[in-house]
């Protein structure tokens, strides 16, 4: 009953922002009315991680099937970008975090793993392996850099920036696909999602049948079915309404002064990856909403949704996006535990600074 009523306020949510036309109403929808409603019952709404798994399997295979050679060339010939504009980005994060330390009473390992664009769930993770994090802070300031990202880079890309080159092409490449093929690009997905799971990888149930689908696209030589356009908003549905009860309003008000010096940084690193999309753009010839979603501060499956939405070339924004993900997850970790042990070291050795 718990789940009917959570997917019951997520469709409404979803209607009424695609009614006042809000960008990626089925996902921002659940969001908003899920949280809001939460809050107001003083209680959370529930939800499945199963099936938000399930309907990012349909996005990651989605999202991996208008993968080709001639991308994947491209992809590693961005490559060093791609390091690049991750290293801006996360010094990025790194500054803000100095700024909340410096103007709230937050200690400096909550707010460097606070601040730095990486996904919420593997922040909170590391804070937890991490002497003196304050887990509750670092989850607050992912939570509200979350929204804050979920929320205005939708609404860049697609009221802001010129449309994307690759959107015209999104119908006239339409292949409903047989049963048969229907069923087999659903078991290579899954399967993927499956091994991926396995291994370990980040966001494994998007980004495994992204790779997987990819892979078989490519191996075969063949054409995936498209997915229809009432699937996706299903799928942002089922997927906004998960992070819609994992969001805990009632807790912001514990740290006064964060919001204020956390949407500066937010808009920092939003201004700077829109520095960097267009640089990226000019220097590759990519679109531009396709080059801004690659370098956005925000998750994998936020930002692959807004690519499906706008019609953005959704392979080189994953492969843009992953190499974010895992240079935050295998190397971030011991960068911060570097840049604390040198802060600690110098607090001890100047006793009188903060």
Known sequence: MEYLKTLILSIIGGIVMSFIDAPLPWTLGPIVFVALGSLIRKRPFLWSLRVRNTALILLGYAMGRPFTIETGRAILAQFPLMLTATLITVSAGVFTAWLMFRHTKINFTSCLLGCVPGGLSQMVILADEIRDADLTAV????????????????????????????????????????????????????????????????????????????????????????????????????????????????????????????????????????????????????????????????????????ALVVGADSSTMVAYQLTRLLFIMLVFPYIARGIVYLYRKKSRSLPSQK
């Open 139 to 306: 989850t607050i300031m992912q939570t509200l850099r979350m929204l804050s990202v979920v929320f205005v880079i939708p609404f860049l890309t697609i009221h802001v920036l010129p449309p994307s080159s690759h959107a015209g092409t999104a119908q006239s490449v339409h292949q409903a696909g047989s049963l048969t093929e229907i069923l087999m690009f659903a078991a290579v997905a899954i399967i993927g999602a499956f091994v991926a799971k396995k291994i370990h990888l980040p966001t494994a149930p998007m980004l495994g049948p992204i790779l997987s689908t990819a892979a078989f696209v490519v191996i075969t030589d063949s054409a995936a079915p498209a997915v229809p356009v009432h699937y996706i908003n299903a799928a942002q549905i089922l997927v906004g309404a998960y992070i819609g009860s994992s969001v805990d309003l009632t807790r912001l008000h514990q740290y006064h002064g964060m919001g204020k010096v956390l949407l500066g940084g937010v808009l920092l690193v939003l201004s700077i990856s829109m520095i960097l999309g267009f640089t990226i753009s000019h220097i590759t010839g990519i679109d531009l909403a396709t080059a801004f979603l690659s370098t956005a501060p925000g998750g994998l499956t936020e930002m692959g949704i807004t």
